[in-house]
């Protein structure tokens, strides 16, 4: 539209401030003359998770478990669908041990607190990780946490 002269743009501009006077008031009276209840249903499957990871969780202690505890746990969770490969791989990477011992069994049955490891370790990398690893990170902790709240920790 092309605009020579002021009785154009006022026009323009009466229609444009009534328009959306309108909508404010349409919107206004939608928001503030009814209600609205949404229905949330979880299916079968889902329930069946939410219980397979709640009696996972209740098996494992995140803050005291070994290397053993925690691949064993990872690989439940896997196996159950209730994690994807990525995480699976993520949640079993060996972490950096500063004394390691020659006997990898013993070290593996030593326990240790992975859920502070696991925030350890992404404090320790967030400025050199990918925005990816440092999301699969975040994600890994929030796993941990929810199995502390759930489980015997």
């Known amino acids: 539209m092309f605009i020579n002269n ?7 501009y009466q229609s444009q401030t009534n328009t959306a006077a309108k909508m404010a008031i349409s919107n206004e ?3 503030t003359g009814s209600t609205a ?9 889902g329930k069946n998770a939410e219980e397979k990871f709640h009696e996972i969780a209740q098996s ?8 053993n505890e925690r691949d064993a ?15 699976y791989i993520t949640m079993t ?17 030593e326990n240790r607190d992975f859920l502070s490891l696991a925030k350890y370790n992404y404090e320790l990398s967030k ?6 690893a440092n999301a699969m990170a975040k994600r890994i902790i929030d796993i941990f946490e929810q199995i502390k709240t759930q489980g015997k920790s």
């Open 6 to 12: 002021s009785t154009n743009i006022t026009q323009l």
């Open 29 to 31: 009276s939608k928001v």
């Open 37 to 45: 209840t949404d229905t949330v249903t979880i299916s079968h499957a």
């Open 60 to 67: 494992y202690d995140v803050i005291k478990m070994s290397v």
């Open 73 to 87: 746990m990872a690989k439940e969770l896997y196996e159950n669908k209730l994690i994807n490969e990525k995480e």
């Open 93 to 109: 990477i060996p972490y950096c041990c500063a004394d390691l011992s020659d006997d990898i069994e013993a070290t593996n049955a």
């Open 127 to 132: 400025d050199i990780n990918t925005p990816e």
